[in-house]
């Protein structure tokens, strides 16, 4: 029972992440991809997060005595990788943007068809 | 002179958003082309200055290495800085024309397309320039958006799409890395390479560490295109602009390759990558199979710069098996190829850049009798050909000298075989360029001029530096020779 | 969005709210949490909350695209100038403690404020620029 509750959040992680992973491969829909890769990689932040994350721990801000602070090292990372999801998920539906005024769909299946017919 | 570390990344970084403001396209290329020169100037003197010091390490914001973030040079990635910014600056003087043209976006947004060069440079370089784990994943993103920007604006409607699959696969390759970077954190509680390198040794047999190798090189090799996670490449390159495949194929799948080297021989130990993980058993038949699978598929190919796009592939397996060999022979044939490579296919795309100046498409049908009608291009094409097959005198031919003789000191004389065998391929499928070009008839009712010499200067450029490599060997061969050693910890 | 004036009340009410937490985050963010990221997603989201309510139209002549242009690229010409400021007095790139010879933890505050204004203004700029992008799109 220990492994199931004591790495709570890692099992968190790891069904997020394969959940994400599978919609990104099986999705059909430009958008649900998207969806699903924004899935993908929040389950990365929050690998991040826990394993910053001390119980009990506070925020490191100066104070007079010493006391357990969580590593902020981590959180600070994260946020980054945060910055770097938004500009990945805007520069992604964009493109879906563009490309839903190309083609005219959003459909994997029928923009593949639509492109085997240019290529020919 | 001190802070050159610094104005290496910055200079490009700087000059992104002032393209960006300037509103005038031919300001924007301006201010952009002399500072990827200057780039290209600081990039020189780091790499004179590494090979008479020795490391060059440099601390931003003055927090010392461990702690803060630190650049730091050695013989290996200044060698891979000349390449980039080479390959940047070069590329980005012939830009002009085809971006002027053969690029969808309207006028007012053309700066955008430079602002999108600097940051996609800025990337690259600081990638290869760091020291510090989590910064290169940083920078890996920075050159990543922004090259799936500038593949977006392709005028073929593909390349939206071939733009969204290489934003998926890219994506997810950089997670990828994000996590193993996650992981050596937890396990060392640092993110600097070299303090990386002195603890990850201590922790090496624990289960964590092997994860995160794997999730590093899985994530690694999306970028870098090893086959079988090549599948974004060859429609992103095809797609593309001519001045953007010309790029990204000379330098981000070559940074990726750097990465890889980076995490193999200096974070890991070439011990623990190669003796306790047996990469080679693995890196080994995917490089063969790479090599085989992408020749084949190019031969089949009517578009030209899809044909090239396989045929990166089928050059990064060559890379790739030289690493593969982990030996001081191998790896100086791998980093290498990737100068040669990286010299290669920027001029055969330059050059088709100047075919579809002129014809519209790099369709194989189109380029019926180029040979007379632009025979300068053309000739920088055969030029191109010669060294990506590695026919004496030309660059290419020095990488396959040394990957053959690596083979063959490892005893791996079928490996050797193999890539003596696969040099007939690239022999086929440039082979069906040149017959077009060259033996049938220009289309009687259109006239085809050359292209303009803002076009061919550079092109022509890159085509003597490929005859000249193959000649004068010290900075290809005798760098690679002293960054394979630096790498493996060894005397040269 | 005439017939809901709760709605338009309120947002009247909680806007300049929403804007002075944003400047509070921003400058509050060298003591403790907050920061420059994080106030420019605040101030952003209170200029999509008012274009939600108020009208495309209105917020684009508020914030026109030529000055979010200017914004996105001046966050980063002035983190990266405060590095270059640095690195002439003497310091490293971004060596803040440069900044001020006499006092360099003075520098270091002055420092850090100037890259988070600048951080500040790239990342308000950049999202409400993302807003308009999609929104206006097919216009």
Redesign the interface.
């Known amino acids: 029972m220990a492994t199931v509750f004591g790495y709570f959040n890692y099992w968190v992680v790891v069904v997020l992440m394969m959940t994400g992973?599978y919609v990104?491969i099986s999705a059909n829909n430009?958008v649900k991809?998207?969806v699903g890769?924004n899935v993908?990689?929040t389950s990365?932040f929050i690998?991040?997060i826990s394993?910053g994350k001390i119980f009990g721990g506070t925020a490191p801000i100066l104070v007079e005595q010493p006391v357990v602070y969580t590593n902020p090292?981590?959180h600070v990372?994260i946020l980054?990788?945060i910055v770097?999801g938004i500009?990945?998920t805007s520069?992604?539906l964009a493109?879906?943007v563009?490309?839903n005024e190309?083609?005219g769909t959003i459909e994997e299946d029928e923009?593949h068809s639509l492109?085997e017919e240019?290529?020919l | 002179m001190d802070?050159l570390p610094?104005?290496q990344v910055?200079l490009p970084?700087?000059c992104?958003?002032?393209c960006?403001?300037l509103g005038r396209a031919n300001l924007a290329w301006m201010l952009a082309l002399a500072a990827s020169w200057l780039t290209f100037l600081i990039s020189a003197l780091l790499l004179h200055e590494v090979l008479q010091q020795g490391v060059i390490s440099?601390?931003?914001?003055?927090w010392p290495a461990p702690l803060g973030i630190e650049y730091r040079i050695d013989s290996v990635n200044a060698y891979m800085l000349l390449i980039v910014s080479a390959i940047g600056a070069i590329v980005l003087t012939a830009a002009r024309p085809i971006v002027d043209t053969r690029i969808r976006l309207p006028e007012n947004k053309k700066p955008w397309f430079y602002a999108a060069y600097m940051l996609c440079l800025t990337g690259l370089l600081g990638m290869t320039i760091t020291g510090d784990a989590?910064n290169v994943?940083?920078f890996l993103?920075i050159s990543s958006?922004s090259s799936?920007?500038l593949i977006?604006t392709g005028r073929d409607?593909?390349a939206?799409?071939a733009?969204?699959q290489y934003?998926?696969m890219g994506?997810?390759g950089?997670?990828f890395i994000?996590?193993g970077i996650?992981l050596l954190?937890?396990m060392t509680g640092t993110?600097n390479m070299a303090d990386l390198a002195l603890r990850i040794p201590q922790v090496s047999n624990t289960r964590t560490l092997h994860v995160a190798f794997a999730f590093l090189t899985v994530g690694v090799g999306l970028k870098l295109a090893l086959f079988p996670l090549h599948l974004w490449l060859p429609n992103a390159y095809a797609y593309g602009p001519s001045v953007v495949t010309a790029f990204l194929s000379a330098t981000a799948t070559k940074v990726a390759i750097y990465i890889l080297l980076r995490m193999f021989f200096t974070l890991f130990g070439a011990e623990f990558s190669f003796k306790t993980m047996r990469l080679d058993l693995i890196l080994l038949p995917l490089a063969l199979i790479g090599i085989f699978s992408a020749s084949l598929v190019a031969i089949f190919q009517t578009?030209v710069k899809r044909m090239l796009a396989y045929s990166s592939v089928a050059q990064i397996g060559y890379i790739i098996l030289g690493i593969s060999l982990a030996s001081l022979t191998g790896l100086t044939a791998g980093i290498a190829h990737l100068f040669n490579h990286a010299l290669i296919k920027a001029t055969l795309f330059l050059a088709l850049g100047c075919v579809s100046f002129r014809v519209g498409a790099a369709k194989l049908e189109r380029m019926a009798g180029l040979g007379r009608t632009m025979p300068w291009t053309m000739a920088a094409f055969v030029i191109g050909g010669l060294s990506l097959i590695g026919v004496p005198l030309t660059s290419g031919f020095i990488s396959k000298w040394y990957l053959v003789v690596g083979a063959l000191e490892r005893g791996w004389w079928p490996v050797a075989m193999l890539v003596l065998l696969t040099s007939l391929l690239a022999v086929i499928y440039i082979w069906r360029v040149v017959e077009v070009a060259y033996f049938k008839p220009p289309p009687e009712n259109e006239v085809i001029r050359e292209a303009p010499l803002a076009l061919l200067i550079p092109t022509w450029a890159l085509a003597l530096a490929n005859l000249y490599f193959g000649l004068e060997t010290s900075l290809n061969a005798g760098v690679a020779r002293q960054a394979a050693a630096t790498l493996l910890g060894v005397t040269p | 969005m005439k017939q809901y004036a709760v709605l338009r009340v309120v947002i009247r009410l909680l806007l300049p709210l929403i804007l002075l937490f944003a400047l509070y985050v921003q400058f509050h963010g060298d003591f403790g949490p907050g920061g420059g990221f994080q106030a420019g997603v605040i101030f952003g989201a209170g200029v999509v909350l008012y274009a939600l309510v108020f009208g495309l139209h209105n917020a684009r002549t508020i914030f026109p695209p030529w000055l979010l242009?200017?914004g996105?690229?001046?966050g980063?010409?002035i983190y990266?100038?405060v590095?270059?400021v640095s690195?002439l007095l003497g310091?490293?790139?971004?060596?803040?403690?440069?900044l001020d010879a006499h006092h360099p933890e003075h520098g270091q505050h002055l420092g850090i404020l100037l890259v988070e204004m600048g951080v500040g203004i790239t990342v308000s700029a950049v999202m409400i620029s993302i807003f308009f992008a999609f929104a206006w799109r097919g216009r």
């Open positions: 992973f990104v430009l991809k998207l890769l993908f990689q990365v690998l991040y394993m090292i981590p990372l980054t990788a770097v500009a990945t520069l992604g493109l879906v563009r490309i190309a083609y923009i492109s240019e290529s | 802070h610094a104005l910055v970084l700087f992104a958003p002032l960006a403001v440099y601390a931003m914001g003055n989590f994943f940083v993103e958006l799936y920007v977006s409607r593909r939206l799409t733009a969204y934003l998926i994506t997810i950089a997670t994000l996590i996650g954190y937890v993110l578009n | 242009r200017l996105m690229s001046l980063v010409l990266a100038g590095g270059i690195l310091g490293n790139f971004l060596g803040y403690g440069a």
